[in-house]
């Protein structure tokens, strides 16, 4: 599985950004996605899960009202909707396959994910 992300930049605090993660390699509909991501000096954080079909979705007590977990099986793609953005929301924002849950689930752990896209940079400023 290959992992693109994109859409990350530099956003005013209050803005919002969507940012994608293209996949190949691997029949897109068979696993479960994540996005996490990785403050300067912190440790990467999960922030949101989508199941492979369902939609079932679960996000960070942090992000939760502010950012939406989607995919789009059809384009092999999983989305990250994120509003009213804060200053703290900056990072890089990596997304991840989980090749081992089953239809309906997904899991916040990031040892639990098999595949990883290189990332995205998301600044958001005061």
């Known amino acids: 599985v290959q992992l693109q992300a994109s859409g990350g930049g530099l956003v005013q605090a209050g803005g919002s950004l969507r940012l994608s993660c293209a996949a190949s390699?691997?029949?897109?509909?068979?696993?479960?996605m994540g996005w996490f991501r990785q403050a300067p000096g912190k440790e990467r954080e999960f922030i949101a899960a989508i199941s492979r079909s369902k939609g079932n979705t679960y996000y960070a007590d942090s992000v939760k009202g502010r950012f939406t977990i989607s995919r789009d099986n059809a384009k092999n793609t999983v989305y990250l909707q994120m509003i009213s953005l804060k200053p703290e929301d900056t990072a890089v924002y990596y997304c991840?396959?989980?090749?081992?849950?089953?239809?309906?689930?997904?899991?916040?752990?990031?040892?639990?994910?098999?595949?990883w896209g290189q990332g995205t940079l998301v600044t958001v400023s005061s």
């Open positions: 991840a396959a989980d090749l081992r849950s089953s239809s309906v689930t997904y899991s916040t752990r990031i040892y639990e994910y098999d595949y």
């Open positions: 390699g691997r029949t897109f509909s068979g696993y479960a």
